[in-house]
C-alpha cells in the first residue's frame, strides 16, 4: 500500500501528518513505527492523523501516535502543526479550530505572523490523575508545588530525583537542574519514564532557570525518546516552576529546537497557553512493507 504524507516540525519536534479526512487507511501500531523510524522510514517523533469531527461543536478529530507505535493523549507542538495542516491544506477557513483529541477539546489560533497559540487546557495536579501513585511517599511541599522523591538505580547505585508531576493531557514529571546541557537525559530519563509510580509511563522534562521569565527546558518524551522540543512537557515544566514560586506568569521556553512561550494565570481552572512555529518540511508518498 502507498500512503501520502506531509512532514512538518514545531521547534523541531518532527511528525509525519496522516489525512484520513475522506477515510481510514486502516495503519497499525507496526506501520506507525515504521513511518516513525529515521532509516527505514520517513522519520518522525510522533505520527498526528486528521479526521472528521466526531461530534458537533468541533471541526477535527486528532489522533497522536508516538514513535514506538503507541497512541497518546496528547501532544502540543503536533497541535499547532495540526492547525497549520487543515488551514494550509484548505481543510476549513477558520483560523481558530476546535479539536478532539483523546485527552479532551483544544483550540489551537493560527496568528498572521505565521505561530500557532493554542488553548491547551487547565493542568491537572492531582498525583492519582496524572497518574502518579503517591501512595506511602513523604508529602514535600515546596511554594505551592507537591515535590516527589523517585529512587532510581542509576547513574549512582541508588539515587533520588526530586519532581513535580503535572498532567497536560499526558503525564510529565518536572525537575529543576543547575545546567541543563550536562543533565543526565539520556541515563536518568529512561528511568523516569519507565519508574513503577508512573502506571503510564511518563515524559520526563529537565528544566534550569534562567531568570523568572525564561528557561531551558530538555524533555525525554514517552516512546519517543529525547525530542528536540515537546509542547506539552513546555506547558507542564512552566507550571511547575509558577508553583514551585520560582516563574513569573509568561515565560520563554528555550528547547533545543526553537523557543516557546509559555502564560499560565496560576489558578486551577486557568488553561495554560503555548506559542509556537509550526512548519511544512515536504510532502510525499511513501510504500509501507506487506509484512508489517
Ligand atoms: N511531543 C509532544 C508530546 C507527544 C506525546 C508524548 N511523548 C507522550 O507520550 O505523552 C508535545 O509536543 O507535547
Not at 472528521?52 to 497522536?64: K, L, S
Not at 479550530?97 to 489551537?108: D, E, H, W
Not at 514517552?222 to 509558577?242: H, N, Q
Request: glycine share 10%; net charge negative; charged share 15%.
Amino acid at each position: 500500500m502507498h500512503i501520502r504524507f506531509t512532514k512538518m516540525q514545531g521547534a523541531g519536534n518532527d511528525f509525519v501528518v496522516l489525512d484520513e479526512t475522506q477515510g481510514r487507511l486502516g495503519l497499525t501500531p507496526a506501520h506507525y513505527r515504521f513511518l516513525a523510524d529515521r532509516h527505514f522510514g520517513v522519520g518522525a517523533d510522533q505520527i498526528l492523523t486528521v479526521r472528521p469531527a466526531p461530534t458537533e461543536g468541533v471541526d477535527f478529530e486528532y489522533v497522536i501516535h508516538n514513535a514506538d507505535g503507541g497512541e497518546v493523549e496528547q501532544c502540543g507542538n503536533g497541535a499547532r502543526c495540526f492547525a497549520r495542516f487543515v488551514h494550509d491544506k484548505g481543510l476549513t477557513p477558520k483560523t481558530v479550530i476546535r479539536v478532539q483529541t483523546l485527552a479532551g477539546v483544544i483550540a489551537p489560533a493560527l496568528a498572521a505572523d505565521g505561530r500557532v497559540t493554542v488553548n491547551m487546557g487547565a493542568p491537572v495536579l492531582e498525583p492519582a490523575r496524572v497518574p502518579f501513585d503517591a501512595s506511602g511517599l513523604p508529602e514535600q511541599r515546596q511554594g505551592q508545588a507537591l515535590v516527589w522523591s523517585l529512587a532510581l538505580q542509576a547513574p549512582a547505585p541508588v539515587s533520588q530525583v526530586q519532581v513535580v508531576v503535572v498532567s497536560m493531557g499526558n503525564p510529565h514529571a518536572v525537575q529543576l537542574v543547575p545546567d541543563v546541557d550536562s543533565a543526565p537525559v539520556a541515563t536518568v530519563g529512561p528511568q523516569v519514564e519507565t519508574h513503577v509510580r508512573f502506571p503510564q509511563r511518563v515524559n520526563a522534562g529537565f528544566m534550569q532557570v534562567l531568570s523568572r521569565t525564561a528557561v531551558k527546558l530538555r524533555v525525554f518524551e514517552r516512546g519517543a525518546g529525547e525530542t528536540l522540543a515537546c509542547g506539552t512537557g513546555a506547558c507542564a515544566a512552566v507550571v511547575a516552576g509558577i508553583l514551585l514560586g520560582e516563574l513569573d506568569h509568561r515565560v520563554d521556553v528555550h528547547t533545543r529546537g526553537g523557543l516557546l512561550t509559555i502564560e499560565w494565570a496560576g489558578g486551577a481552572q486557568d488553561a495554560v497557553l503555548m506559542t509556537g512555529p509550526a512548519t511544512t518540511v515536504f510532502e510525499g508518498q511513501i510504500h509501507l512493507p506487506d509484512e508489517l
